[in-house]
Every structure is written in structure tokens, then in C-alpha cells.
């Protein structure tokens, strides 16, 4: 019974990984310790090594058991055997010496009176040496051992080249290395003094893309955290020819944040080559009529207005208030905030339409808003086209109500209009509703402008923010394309030589708080979008990014085919953001503004009076002749509904 409870434990014992690592780190101590004695006093005294007694159990017990076990037990309660061999590295060899070297310091000192003569100065010095030579050693064999599936020829290995060969493909390698199911055939550098030189022992190379690669390697990883975009989509166009899967590791901004590992590799998405190169926002123009005011932002649920309220609540108002008329895509907007309010800031959602002025100004009134963001609007051009009285009623009502609202109110003091390129010399009916609410907002500015002079201005700040195509947006084409590439194809784009500018959301919300804090009124502020992208090649890139082939009649074998189906009606083949051909620079390096002529306000309100009179009444062709009228740019097309 006991020889069967002793195997039992001695099972449980065996089984135990921790425990048994720890037994075999403890054994391999103590007799490298024996050996480092063993051979320092040989060579230190060979006659008083051979001279000593056999007998004298004492003596040998001594040396050769106690002065082990008080390495042993100090390297016990100092942590040396909690870390993970596998990832032991110079730091924690630094650490063993420093305790070796306290270690034969103090023993020298004890032992100074013992029968045995080890009392040589060099002889503590050479046990220091051999003893940290020792255990330092085997350790490193140990760790080798570990991560030895690096050098496995398993064909499930993946091989790869890692592209940069500074600290982060140096670090990244090491992961990958210690993962065990990555084979690095070598590293690509651009920098010729790197060329020829190894890492980790794999030989560094200059950078050489092309089809030879294709049957050598798996994937090729971007090591490159601070990598500019125009570099990103430089390597990407000479990659997607020969259709090797491309990974990066986390930018510098993720690397920080804590969230994201170097080795946290994710494929390159199409809006790491649409994005601009990263400019750090101005923390003075964000939080300057944001922190601790009261903040409304009409649209919350919408895409921009989403963002635009998680980009608020990181600047510490006192309260956010969220207007939308879907109760639905608030809800959404709702848990999608509550991840990202660090500050614990009121939020309040709310139901209403923007036109309505009595819901609208009873909210003003009660929660004493202070900055109003209108981001609600119909924006999609086909749809807009189909419905163009709610369009026109939605777009432009929304902004006359909240002008008119924030011109009388004692608390409202700053409204921005969220507009669009499309704005710019309209051809449809969105962007001619779109243009209209601009109108409007720059003749309550004008006003307050007059008002000043004649001493009874209250301080009101009337301006806008027009830019272009944003990223991930409901209505961006990028995931409609997703979508259909997803789906098996094809692709539908109106033209071949469409083209548009594009921004990502975090960048646009962020610019347009930056607008507020340079806002004097009456601006139109520009957000500079980059250049401008051609939709086609987009498309094309978007298929190769997903590891697949355009269909075409060059490769009739391809994976994804891409249909044209002609321009819809209202649409342009490129948008403009300037209505005049002169713009200003701002303190910003991505803000610019334009002064543009202002309507008079009275003049204004007689036309938007009758335009309503005509939407009420349900005149759909007497209202389009009028918006025509007001707005005399706008290049109007024959809708299916005429």
C-alpha cells in the first residue's frame, strides 16, 4: 500500500512541469557549483587538492555540499528560478553574476578559517568566473534547446522575410523565432549598410522583389512601425504583382498604447494606403470650446457624428448630448461610446428631427448647450436623387432651424456645419441642398458681422467644414467593394476615370475639432484630403490586398471581375473643394480656410420661404426650379422621377 501511495506521488510529482523544471534547474546548479569548486582549487593548489582527506567528511561536506546549497537557496528566494527559460535573456545573466559574485564574496569571509586552505585570493576570484561561466552557460544551452523547432524543416513552417532589419524586425524575429512554426529565410533593409550582415544569424539582403520569391516564401512581414504611407504603398504595388501575401505588425501609435504585441502581425488593409502620413493633433485648437461645456452634436449616430462624439468625450466636457431620429443606430452609437467615456462624462441620447425648432430648443434650453455639431444629413447622392423634397427639407431645414436657434438662445454660442465637396459647383440634388445649408450658415455669420457694428452681437460663431470621402463611412465605396470581393465579384464602378479624395474618420473628426478652436465665423474651412484616388484602382488594389486576382481579358482565369455601369444620375467624375480659386492657410498644416461672398440674410430667408412653401405643398419640380434659382451653379440632370 505505501510503495503504491509513494509511486502515486512520485507520478503527481513527475507531472507537475513546474516542479520538475525547478528539480532539474536546482540539480544542474549544484553541480555546476561543484565543478566550478572543483576545478578552482585544482588549479589554484594542486597538492592541497590532492592532500585532502577523504575521510575527513566534515571538510568535504563543507565545501562541496554547503557552499552549493547556499547558492542554491539564494537563488531560490531571490527569483532566479521563477522566470521562463525559454525567455531568459541578458538582463537576467546580468543578475546571476552580480548574486555570484556577493555570494563567493561573503563565503570568502566565513570560510577563511576552515582546515581545507581556500583562502587564495584567485581562488574566489576563479570560482566566481567558472561558477557564473557555468550556470550562465547551461542556461543558454537550455533556452537554445527550447526554441530549437526554429531550425525544424517541417514543411507546416511557414517561411517568411521579414522587410526591415532594425529593432522591430530584430524583435519581431525573436518571437517568431521562440513561436516555432516560422521558418525566417532572411531580412530586407534599404539600408546598404545593413547589407551582407546577419541577424540572429540570418543574413540580412538588400531589398530585391520579384517573382522568385513567390516559390520561396509564404508571406512577406513589414517590420517597419513608423513606416510612411507613401513607402507602405510602394512596397505594396511591388508585392501585389506577384501575389505573396503582406502582414505588418502594429504602427508606433498601437505599439504605445499597450493593447497591441510586435508580433500581433495583421494584413494591410486598404485604408493603410488611403490614410494620409500621421499629423499630431494641436491639444490647444482640440479642447478649445469643448472642455467643461455642454456639447450637442445633431447626427450622433451617424458616422461622422459617432466619431465625433468619442473624439468629445476624450476632451472633457462637462455634458455630451446626442440627437439623432433613428432610435436604433442611437442605440448603437450609445454601446459604442460607453467603451470609450475614460472620463465618466454625462452623456445624454435623444430622439428628435433637426427641423423640429420647438424639441430643438427645448433641449438647448435645458441642458444650456453651449457648442452644437450638425452632422445630420441625407447624404447619399442616389437616394436624395429618388426623394429630392425630403432631401432638400431634411438638409436644408435642419441647418436654417439650428441658426436660427443658436442666433437667439443666450446659452448656444458656436455652431459648425459638417458639409461636403460635393457642395462645391453641385450636380445633383444633395450637394445643391448641401450648398444651400453653407448659404446659410454664412449669412447667420454675416449677420452677427453686422450685428457687431451696430453693437448688438452676442458673440455668435457661424461656421463650416467642408471635405470629402471618409473611410468606413456608410457611404463610402470601400465597404461596398469589401463586401462584393467577399461575395465572389464583381465589382460595380460607375466609370473608369472616376475619381475621389478620401480620409479616414479618426483624421476628419479630429480636424474638424481643430476647425472649432480656429473658428471665427463666417469660415469655410477645407480639410486638406490629399490626392485624390482613382476609384478603379482601388478596386484593383482592394482585390489584391485579399489574395486574390482581377478578372479582365488579360487573365481570364482571374479570381474577382470589375463591371462598369455608368455614371448615375447627379454624379461627377471628380469633386472639387473650393467654390472660389483662392483658400488661406491656418495655423494647421491640414486646415485651410476660404472667405466666401455672403448672401444677405433677409434676402435669403424670402427665397428658403417660398422653397418651403413648394416642398409642403408637394411641388417637386416647382422646388428643384428654386433651389436652381438660389443656388444658379448647381448643373441640373434630369432625375428618373421628372
Not at 516564401?217 to 512596397?235: E, G, M, W, Y
Not at 436654417?400 to 442666433?407: D, E, F, G, R
Not at 469633386?575 to 494647421?588: A, F, G, I, R
Request: contains cysteine.
Amino acid at each position: 500500500m505505501n510503495f503504491r501511495r509513494t509511486n502515486t506521488l512520485i507520478q503527481k510529482y513527475l507531472q507537475d512541469k513546474l516542479i520538475l523544471r525547478r528539480t532539474i534547474l536546482i540539480f544542474l546548479d549544484f553541480l555546476s557549483i561543484n565543478f566550478a569548486i572543483l576545478i578552482s582549487f585544482f588549479n589554484q593548489d594542486k597538492k592541497a587538492f590532492l592532500s585532502i582527506d577523504l575521510n575527513n567528511l566534515y571538510d568535504i561536506s563543507l565545501i562541496f555540499i554547503f557552499v552549493p546549497l547556499i547558492f542554491i537557496i539564494t537563488y531560490y528566494f531571490t527569483g532566479q528560478y521563477k522566470g521562463l527559460t525559454k525567455y531568459t535573456g541578458s538582463t537576467s545573466f546580468y543578475k546571476l553574476a552580480i548574486k555570484n559574485l556577493l555570494l563567493t564574496i561573503i563565503l570568502s569571509l566565513f570560510l577563511s578559517k576552515i582546515p581545507i586552505n581556500l583562502t587564495f585570493y584567485f581562488f574566489w576570484v576563479e570560482l566566481w568566473i567558472i561558477s557564473t561561466l557555468f550556470t550562465i552557460s547551461y542556461r543558454l544551452i537550455l533556452r537554445d534547446i527550447l526554441i530549437l523547432p526554429r531550425f525544424s524543416e517541417n514543411s507546416q513552417n511557414l517561411k517568411v522575410i521579414i522587410y526591415g532589419a532594425g529593432q522591430a524586425g530584430a524583435n519581431l524575429a525573436y518571437s517568431l523565432l521562440n513561436a516555432g512554426n516560422y521558418k525566417i529565410i532572411s531580412f530586407f533593409d534599404d539600408s546598404p549598410k545593413l547589407w551582407g550582415r546577419t541577424l540572429h544569424g540570418i543574413q540580412i539582403k538588400k531589398t530585391k522583389i520579384d517573382y522568385s520569391l513567390k516559390n520561396k516564401i509564404d508571406q512577406l512581414l513589414i517590420a517597419l512601425p513608423s513606416i510612411n504611407t507613401s513607402k507602405r504603398v510602394s512596397i505594396l504595388k511591388e508585392i501585389n504583382k506577384y501575389s505573396i501575401p503582406v502582414y505588418q505588425i502594429p504602427t508606433i501609435k498601437e505599439l504605445t498604447s499597450g493593447k497591441f504585441f510586435i508580433n500581433d502581425l495583421k494584413p494591410i488593409n486598404i485604408e493603410d494606403l488611403l490614410a494620409r502620413d500621421f499629423v499630431a493633433p494641436r491639444k490647444d485648437l482640440l479642447s478649445k470650446g469643448i472642455k467643461n461645456q455642454t456639447i450637442m452634436v445633431i447626427g450622433a449616430a451617424g458616422s461622422i457624428g459617432k466619431e465625433l462624439c468619442k473624439q468629445i468625450l476624450l476632451l472633457n466636457p462637462n455634458e455630451l448630448i446626442l440627437l439623432d431620429n433613428s432610435e436604433s443606430s442611437l442605440y448603437k452609437a450609445i454601446n459604442f461610446l460607453e467603451k470609450n467615456n475614460y472620463s465618466n462624462v454625462k452623456v445624454y441620447p435623444l430622439i428628435g428631427n433637426a427641423c423640429n425648432s420647438n424639441h430643438l430648443e427645448s433641449i438647448i434650453e435645458k441642458y444650456k448647450v453651449h457648442t452644437i455639431f450638425h452632422a445630420a444629413a441625407y447624404k447619399h447622392v442616389p437616394i436624395v436623387e429618388d426623394n429630392p423634397l425630403e432631401g432638400i427639407y431634411n438638409n436644408v431645414f435642419s441647418t436654417l432651424t439650428i441658426c436660427k436657434l443658436v442666433s437667439k438662445s443666450k446659452y448656444a454660442h458656436k455652431m459648425i456645419f459638417i458639409s461636403t465637396d460635393k457642395a462645391v459647383r453641385p450636380t445633383n440634388v444633395m450637394g445643391a441642398s448641401k450648398r444651400l445649408g453653407e448659404l446659410i450658415v454664412q449669412a447667420f455669420a454675416n449677420d452677427e458681422v453686422n450685428s457687431k457694428s451696430r453693437k448688438t452681437s452676442h458673440g455668435k460663431i457661424f461656421s463650416m467644414v467642408r471635405f470629402g470621402n471618409v473611410l468606413g463611412s456608410s457611404g463610402s465605396v470601400v465597404p461596398l467593394f469589401k463586401k462584393q470581393i467577399k461575395l465572389g465579384g464583381p465589382i460595380t464602378i460607375t466609370h473608369p476615370e472616376i475619381v475621389r479624395y478620401f480620409m479616414t474618420i479618426e483624421e476628419a473628426a479630429q480636424l474638424v475639432l481643430q476647425s472649432l478652436g480656429l473658428a471665427k465665423g463666417g469660415e469655410v474651412f477645407l480639410l486638406d484630403m490629399g490626392n485624390p484616388v482613382k476609384i478603379k484602382d482601388l478596386a484593383e488594389q482592394m482585390v489584391l490586398l485579399s489574395g486574390l486576382t482581377i478578372k479582365n481579358k488579360h487573365n481570364l482565369e482571374g479570381d474577382i471581375e470589375i463591371k462598369y455601369t455608368g455614371l448615375r444620375s447627379g454624379e461627377k467624375l471628380y469633386e472639387e473643394l473650393l467654390v472660389s480659386e483662392d483658400s488661406e492657410k491656418t495655423s494647421h498644416p491640414l486646415i485651410f480656410k476660404a472667405i466666401e461672398f455672403p448672401r444677405e440674410l433677409d434676402k435669403l430667408l424670402i427665397n428658403i420661404n417660398d422653397l418651403n412653401k413648394f416642398i409642403k405643398t408637394n411641388q417637386t419640380e416647382n422646388t428643384l426650379k428654386k433651389l436652381n434659382k438660389i443656388i444658379p451653379e448647381w448643373k441640373r440632370s434630369r432625375a428618373k422621377w421628372i
